[in-house]
């Protein structure tokens, strides 16, 4: 099975960062470069425009990135050019990105709560998930759905803990339909 042109180059990255012992340096890279890809799509267009030569492009990438990237990070993105795959960029970073959080055992946590929480509960919520999980440190995310009307929902990779009290009102609802069926059936 083929792999994916951000497996292909987001292993090659990582490989070199541990290679070369500069991991944190590599990662610190790759989320600025991502927040620079995110921040201005039209870099993106002008790097996959058919029309434009890869010579514009490679200058463009060298003019926007040259002397504040690694010579590595810059060869791997000219490579990426050379090889007409810069729309797949963003990915490549992002593949990158987890890799060095899960070689670091950094957990990445979506918090849905229903109102804003106070720098002491964000505090207590990552001490409880620290103490609860094999990770050494978190990367927090935090998103206000007044729809959950209390408790909250933790997002941990596939993992989800819901105790929301929207789930469980949704969860009681289910269940009194299901009283009410076995009542109807017993009735003749």
Known sequence: ?????????????????????????????????LEILRA????????????????????????????????????LMRMVIEKNHFANMEDIFAFFADRVKAYKNIGVAF?????????????AVEK???????YVS????YEVEPELIGG?????????????IRTKLEHLSRELSRIQLKVGESTP
Do not use: W
């Not at 497996?7 to 470069?33: C, H, S």
């Not at 978190?138 to 995310?141: G, I, K």
């Open 1 to 33: 099975m083929a792999k994916l042109v951000e497996d292909v180059y987001g292993n090659a990255l990582f490989e070199l960062a541990v290679e070369q012992n500069r991991v944190d340096e590599y990662y610190e890279e790759a989320t600025g470069i």
């Open 40 to 75: 201005h799509p039209e870099l993106t267009r002008i790097c996959t425009h058919p029309q434009i030569v890869k010579e514009e492009k490679l200058q463009t990438i060298d003019a926007v990135f040259k002397g504040r990237v690694a010579d590595e990070t810059l060869g």
């Open 111 to 123: 918090i849905s709560t229903p109102s804003e929480l106070s720098a002491t509960q964000k505090a």
């Open 128 to 134: 409880r998930l620290l103490d609860t999980t094999e």
């Open 138 to 141: 978190f990367e927090m995310h």
């Open 152 to 164: 909250m929902v933790i997002r941990i990779g596939d993992r989800v803990v819901d105790s929301s």
